[in-house]
């Protein structure tokens, strides 16, 4: 690759990420919006949805309620800063590896980057036809 070669990817890049980026993370507002949840804090508390990215971030994990819906994913998607920002660790002692543990935090959908909105889009939330007809999403780090 020459120099005017990355230049142009750099271009490229960017412009992708810059009108990318807002569109998924209107989606994601539009989504919890219309599932009558007030914020994205709310949405990301409602059970479904943390233990579906509980299991996304945690392996070999069994939590203690609704165990019919625990996965073991062999890769994990989201990463340890992606968990960070979505979720806080409640104080309490004990070793127990289980989404009980965690609560959401007040962000926006703003504050998200595109690999976490498209991560929440696609597991958690139900995507339009248009969408589905695109493929599905594949996270890239
Ligand atoms: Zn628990
Ligand atoms: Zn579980």
Redesign the pocket.
């Known amino acids: 690759m020459d120099k005017e070669d990355k230049r142009r990817y750099f271009v490229v890049g960017s412009v992708y990420l810059e009108v990318v980026t807002p569109l998924f993370q209107q989606k994601l507002d539009e989504n919890y919006k219309s599932l009558n949840f007030r914020c994205l804090k709310d949405f990301l508390d409602r059970k479904a949805v943390i233990?579906i990215l509980?299991?996304l971030r945690h392996r070999n994990?069994?939590?203690c309620t609704?165990?019919l819906?625990?996965?073991n994913h062999g890769a994990l998607p989201l990463n340890h800063h992606q968990w960070k920002q979505l979720y806080a660790e409640n104080p309490g002692p004990g070793i127990h590896n289980?989404?009980c543990k965690y609560t959401a935090k007040s962000i926006k959908p703003a504050d998200l980057d595109l690999s976490l909105c498209g991560l929440i889009l696609y597991n958690c939330c139900n995507l339009g036809q248009l969408d589905e007809e695109a493929g599905p999403y594949t996270p890239t780090e």
């Open positions: 233990h509980f299991h994990a069994w939590c609704d165990k819906n625990c996965t289980c989404f």
